[in-house]
Protein backbone atom coordinates (compact mmCIF):
# COMPACT_ATOMS: atom_id res chain seq x y z
CA UNK A 1 0.00 0.00 0.00
CA UNK A 2 1.04 3.35 -0.99
CA UNK A 3 1.73 6.17 1.96
CA UNK A 4 -0.39 8.79 0.91
CA UNK A 5 2.05 11.24 2.67
CA UNK A 6 5.00 10.68 0.57
CA UNK A 7 5.16 12.40 -2.59
CA UNK A 8 4.78 10.68 -6.44
CA UNK A 9 8.54 9.86 -7.84
CA UNK A 10 8.19 10.47 -11.45
CA UNK A 11 10.76 8.22 -13.52
CA UNK A 12 11.56 10.41 -16.70
CA UNK A 13 13.57 10.97 -19.57
CA UNK A 14 15.95 13.86 -20.60
CA UNK A 15 15.38 15.11 -23.45
CA UNK A 16 18.79 18.15 -24.75
CA UNK A 17 17.43 20.09 -27.66
CA UNK A 18 20.20 21.65 -28.70
CA UNK A 19 18.41 24.02 -31.19
CA UNK A 20 15.73 25.69 -28.31
CA UNK A 21 19.17 25.68 -25.78
CA UNK A 22 16.98 23.11 -23.22
CA UNK A 23 17.04 19.70 -21.51
CA UNK A 24 13.44 18.71 -20.74
CA UNK A 25 12.54 16.42 -18.50
CA UNK A 26 9.96 14.46 -19.66
CA UNK A 27 7.30 11.35 -18.24
CA UNK A 28 5.42 9.60 -21.05
CA UNK A 29 4.43 12.63 -23.46
CA UNK A 30 4.29 15.24 -21.32
CA UNK A 31 7.33 17.95 -20.68
CA UNK A 32 7.33 18.05 -16.62
CA UNK A 33 10.77 20.20 -16.30
CA UNK A 34 13.30 22.02 -17.90
CA UNK A 35 16.60 23.60 -17.62
CA UNK A 36 17.71 26.12 -20.30
CA UNK A 37 21.01 26.90 -21.40
CA UNK A 38 23.46 29.25 -23.48
CA UNK A 39 26.75 27.54 -25.64
CA UNK A 40 29.79 29.86 -24.59
CA UNK A 41 32.14 28.23 -26.66
CA UNK A 42 33.61 24.97 -27.43
CA UNK A 43 33.50 24.14 -23.71
CA UNK A 44 31.20 25.88 -21.72
CA UNK A 45 27.78 25.99 -21.09
CA UNK A 46 25.90 28.76 -19.39
CA UNK A 47 22.94 27.06 -17.11
CA UNK A 48 20.51 29.71 -16.83
CA UNK A 49 16.82 28.95 -15.31
CA UNK A 50 15.37 25.21 -13.56
CA UNK A 51 11.56 25.26 -13.90
CA UNK A 52 9.24 22.72 -13.16
CA UNK A 53 5.61 22.37 -13.86
CA UNK A 54 3.60 23.41 -10.56
CA UNK A 55 1.75 19.86 -10.20
CA UNK A 56 5.38 18.01 -10.25
CA UNK A 57 6.96 20.32 -7.66
CA UNK A 58 8.29 18.93 -4.75
CA UNK A 59 9.44 15.16 -6.18
CA UNK A 60 12.85 15.62 -6.98
CA UNK A 61 12.61 15.97 -10.20
CA UNK A 62 14.83 19.33 -10.59
CA UNK A 63 17.75 17.73 -8.09
CA UNK A 64 17.57 14.91 -10.41
CA UNK A 65 17.30 16.89 -14.05
CA UNK A 66 20.13 18.88 -12.69
CA UNK A 67 22.67 15.67 -11.50
CA UNK A 68 21.52 14.54 -15.20
CA UNK A 69 22.39 17.29 -16.92
CA UNK A 70 26.01 18.37 -14.81
CA UNK A 71 26.88 14.21 -15.66
CA UNK A 72 25.92 15.32 -19.49
CA UNK A 73 28.40 18.37 -18.65
CA UNK A 74 31.20 16.14 -17.43
CA UNK A 75 30.99 13.50 -20.18
CA UNK A 76 30.92 16.21 -23.22
CA UNK A 77 34.11 17.09 -21.15
CA UNK A 78 33.11 21.26 -20.96
CA UNK A 79 32.70 23.42 -17.87
CA UNK A 80 29.15 25.58 -16.31
CA UNK A 81 28.34 29.35 -15.92
CA UNK A 82 25.93 29.30 -13.26
CA UNK A 83 23.19 31.54 -13.67
CA UNK A 84 20.42 29.74 -11.81
CA UNK A 85 19.94 30.09 -8.26
CA UNK A 86 19.01 25.94 -7.96
CA UNK A 87 21.57 24.94 -9.66
CA UNK A 88 23.83 27.14 -7.62
CA UNK A 89 22.51 25.69 -4.19
CA UNK A 90 22.31 21.80 -5.87
CA UNK A 91 26.22 22.13 -6.33
CA UNK A 92 26.71 23.63 -2.94
CA UNK A 93 24.91 20.53 -1.63
CA UNK A 94 26.47 18.09 -3.80
CA UNK A 95 30.76 19.28 -3.98
CA UNK A 96 31.85 16.98 -6.09
CA UNK A 97 30.00 18.74 -9.22
CA UNK A 98 32.17 21.89 -8.20
CA UNK A 99 34.99 21.13 -10.66
CA UNK A 100 32.43 21.91 -13.64
CA UNK A 101 32.50 25.55 -12.93
CA UNK A 102 34.41 27.46 -14.87
CA UNK A 103 37.42 29.34 -12.83
CA UNK A 104 36.83 31.68 -15.14
CA UNK A 105 33.40 32.80 -15.71
CA UNK A 106 31.91 30.93 -12.14
CA UNK A 107 28.46 32.98 -12.75
CA UNK A 108 26.25 33.28 -9.42
CA UNK A 109 28.19 31.34 -7.27
CA UNK A 110 29.24 33.74 -4.16
CA UNK A 111 29.13 30.72 -1.39
CA UNK A 112 30.66 28.10 -3.52
CA UNK A 113 34.79 27.56 -2.34
CA UNK A 114 36.55 28.47 -4.97
CA UNK A 115 38.46 25.74 -6.65
CA UNK A 116 42.39 25.56 -6.46
CA UNK A 117 43.70 25.20 -10.56
Known sequence: ????TEPTRYVFEVVKDE????????VGDREVAGLTYDVAGDDRLVLQ???????FRKQGIATEL???VLDDVRAQGKTVTIMCP???TF???NPEYADLIDPEHPGATNSLPRQNV
Do not use: K, L, Q
Open 1 to 4: MTDP
Open 19 to 26: EAGIYDAV
Open 49 to 55: ATSVFPE
Open 66 to 68: IRR
Open 86 to 88: IVR
Open 91 to 93: IEN
